[in-house]
């Protein structure tokens, strides 16, 4: 079963006619609708998962599920949305696609990027400073650690970024430039510096002269440490001279360190009739605990929107993407997580919270989704990806809470690591978050990705399982309503042992959904930590 999600029907000021907005993965279609709903339930039909009402069309969001895979135009679209019984009079409106592609921090225009091997740390065979800039200067934004141990380069970042500009950005791994005192600030401004100064210098740049305070700085690695910074000065040529829109590939790399895997993607939107793109660059395998920022994340767009907005939309993405991932619970002293918008997309300025601004937080959203999964997959000697959705919280804030209580929770990560479906612990972890629920009324199910995106969603194939005579595959129920139920240890076990796992948590509290991601806890993770600064 596939589901069209994100079926949503507003007012529209103008004529105050029912405006449509149809997801289906990343497509979206709009169109004006007029209508129905006759309350059937045909065998073999389309339905709607949302109560079905005689009233007319109305506001919010309605799911519809098809045993069909794609929706592969609109004629079919319309003809799913006849099958359900809603009468189109109209359907006016383009195709809009969101759509991700390749190129990392370099997708959108005028962003180009490289790295370098400066030999910062001995041993490292692979780059390890990377360099990001934008033709001109840029809208910018960031969010950074709460941990109140903060390095270098986090200081001299979150002052630069008050301003609300910013136009390249500089990263060394090996050495995060934390507890450092005085030196390391000033090895931060000299490298921010370098940077200045090799930017200006290049012949025939586009860019010109770069203002030295519009270089940002990011280190990673050993805490307690000096930067060898003039290692990173005599290689600020080389880092230059290579930018291109190709150099991505070398920057995802030159800001990894415990990394197996490099992280990035892009995404396309469309905003004001303008083609907008979005791409993103992370780090981040252990000492994962976000709370404002990531390990370090770094995100372009030639989107055409204010620092003010900028700003705000970043703030609200992550409370629902990167801030809902735990790796092994430590908050980093230099999480750091900086957006960049330069405009040369041609759309009209966000200066305000209106359509356009909803449209560019869509896309963000899905960036950062993507984003925040592949740190939590790829934790220190992970094997598993632990997705955990709470459902019926009394807020989206408490859902949210409780779902990272869960996948923070150490003796979680082991039971998943060691295919142990000792519910248990999942109780227990809710109980001391510090939010408000109902054990009494606590349901918990385990379940295998494809069985939940077959559904559509984790919420989905619970409905799905719970209309089915027989328990289905990849989805098992461990606990009903704070008490043990009678399972399949052996199914648990098969269900356990995928590379991702969903763990669904039901309360009967309120209607609010949240998500957190997370890994187990593996014997890796301790040998890759026992040695880290040796």
Not at 31 to 46: C, I, L, N, S, T
Request: hydrophobic share 40%; with cysteine.
């Amino acid at each position: 079963m596939r589901v069209f999600e994100s079926f949503r029907v507003r007012k529209t000021r103008k004529n105050e006619k029912n405006l449509l907005f149809l997801h289906a993965g990343t497509r979206r279609y709009a169109g004006v609708a007029f209508g129905k709903f006759d309350g059937r339930e045909a065998a073999g039909e389309p339905s709607v998962s949302e109560p079905r009402n005689t009233g007319k069309l109305s506001s919010g969001t309605h799911r519809f599920l098809s045993t069909e895979p794609e929706l592969h135009n609109i004629a079919y679209l319309l003809q799913i949305l006849y099958n359900t019984c809603i009468f189109i009079r109209a359907f006016y409106m383009e195709c809009i696609i969101m759509q991700f592609i390749d190129g990392g921090v370099t997708a959108p225009k005028g962003f180009l990027a490289n790295g370098v091997l400066a030999g910062i740390k001995a041993g490292r065979t692979k780059e390890d400073t990377a360099l990001f800039v934008s033709e001109k200067p840029c809208a910018a934004a960031g969010v950074f650690t709460k941990n109140r141990a903060q390095a270098e380069p986090v200081k001299l970042d979150r002052l630069r970024l008050s301003r609300r500009r910013a136009q390249a950005v500089i990263i060394n791994t090996g050495y995060a430039n934390a507890g450092t005192g005085e030196q390391g600030a000033c090895n931060a401004v000299r490298t921010a510096h370098a940077a200045a100064v090799g930017l200006s210098s290049a012949d025939g740049a586009p860019w010109g002269k770069i203002d030295e305070d519009d270089v940002l700085v990011c280190s990673t690695g050993v805490i307690g440490q000096q930067v060898p910074v003039e290692k990173i000065e005599a290689h600020i040529d080389e880092l230059v001279k290579g930018l291109s829109k190709e150099g991505h590939e070398k920057a995802r790399v030159g800001i990894m360190t415990t990394d197996t895997k490099y992280k990035e993607c892009a995404v396309q939107t469309e905003i004001g009739g303008k083609t907008v793109t979005l791409g993103t660059m992370a780090k981040g395998s252990g000492m994962i605990h976000i709370n404002l920022g990531t390990m370090l994340g770094f995100i372009t767009t030639d989107c055409a929107i204010s620092g003010e907005m900028l700003d705000a939309a970043l703030r609200e993405s992550i409370e629902g993407t990167y801030n809902c991932v735990s790796v092994d619970g430590d908050t980093s002293t230099n999480d750091t997580l900086i957006i960049m918008a330069n405009g040369l997309a041609g759309n009209k300025e966000i200066t305000a919270k209106d359509d356009d601004y909803k449209a560019f937080l869509e896309a963000l959203n899905a960036l950062n989704t993507q984003m925040a999964r592949k740190i939590a997959g790829d934790g220190e000697g992970a094997t598993h990806l632990l997705e955990c959705t709470v459902k019926g919280a009394t807020s989206v804030e408490s859902a949210r809470k409780l779902a990272k209580s869960v996948i923070s929770s150490s003796l979680v990560k082991a039971a998943f690591f060691g295919k142990d479906a000792n519910w248990g612990r999942i109780l227990c972890a809710l109980g001391y978050s510090g939010e408000i629920f109902t054990p009494e009324k606590t349901s918990l199910y385990f379940m295998t990705a494809g069985f939940a995106e077959e559904a559509g969603c984790p919420l989905c194939a619970a409905k799905k399982a719970a209309a089915a005579e027989k328990e289905p595959e990849g989805f098992i129920k461990v606990c009903d309503h704070g008490v043990p139920v009678a399972f399949d240890e052996e199914k648990a076990k098969i269900i356990m042992s995928e590379h991702e796992v969903k763990i669904l948590v039901v309360l009967e509290d309120g209607d609010a959904v949240g998500k957190a991601w997370g890994c187990d806890l593996t014997y890796e993770y301790v040998k890759i930590n026992g040695d880290y600064r040796t």
